[in-house]
Antibody, heavy 122, light 106 residues
């Protein structure tokens, strides 16, 4: 059974960098079968896709965040990472990681991690 | 940008059929997935590739697409189905989510 678990600071100061880790169990990131994705959800709002990365470093990002975001992977640890620069209060959200199935234009996310709340505040 | 439109809320009585729509230009030409998010929980995939159910998901959940719309149908709705539901598609190398629909079972 594949499981994902997010970890990282719950509080980040404005203008600093948000950094999160997603640890995967029950699957190998290095297998190359899947993409690995980050999604966020501001309190009381809907889902926003941040981006995803393949184990060989190919990444796709939401255009609205592309200038500030980096997603990378470490196949030796079965972990992937999110870095979001120059954060503001608008980046306060629950951040989820998920495994992404991508077959041409057929894309879906399963499973999802439990999520971690990151608050941007001084 | 490509926008997926969902009704903010849908209400249904227990045992009845609930239908949640997701609309966008030529959506029928894309593949749609659906997620269920219960209060305080992370989203869970319930439909992928328009109409496929993950293993173990109750048969009362079904999906379909036609023209500019996709529909999630819940037959014999149960109180445990009360949740937010999100549609999702892929466009221009981007994962797109609908705004979500709150399903109330009462």
């Amino acid at each position: 059974q594949v499981q994902l678990q997010e970890s990282g600071p719950g509080l980040v100061k404005p203008s600093q960098t948000l950094s999160l880790i997603c640890t995967v169990s029950g699957a190998s990131i290095g297998s190359g079968e899947y993409y690995w994705s980050w999604i966020r959800q501001p309190p009381g709002k809907g889902l926003e896709w941040i981006g995803y990365s393949y184990y060989r470093g190919r990444s796709y990002y939401n255009l609205s965040l592309k200038s500030r975001v980096t997603i990378s992977v470490d196949t030796s640890k079965d972990q992937f990472f999110l870095k979001l620069n120059s954060v503001t209060a608008a980046d306060t959200a629950v951040y989820y990681c998920a495994r992404c199935f991508s077959i041409g234009d057929q894309v879906w996310l399963d499973p999802w991690g439990q999520g971690t709340l990151v608050t941007v505040s001084s | 940008s490509y926008d997926l439109s969902q009704p903010p809320s849908v209400s249904v009585s227990p045992g009845q059929t609930a239908s949640i729509t997701c609309s966008a230009d030529k959506l029928g030409n894309k593949y749609v997935s659906w997620y269920q998010q219960k209060a305080g929980q992370s989203p869970m995939l319930i439909i992928y590739q328009d109409s496929n159910r993950p293993s173990g998901l109750p048969e009362r959940f079904s999906g379909s697409t036609s023209g500019n719309s996709a529909t999630l149908t819940i037959s014999g709705t149960q109180t445990m189905d009360e949740a937010d539901y999100y549609c999702q598609a892929w466009d221009s190398s981007t994962v797109i989510f609908g705004g979500g629909t709150k399903l109330t079972v009462l």
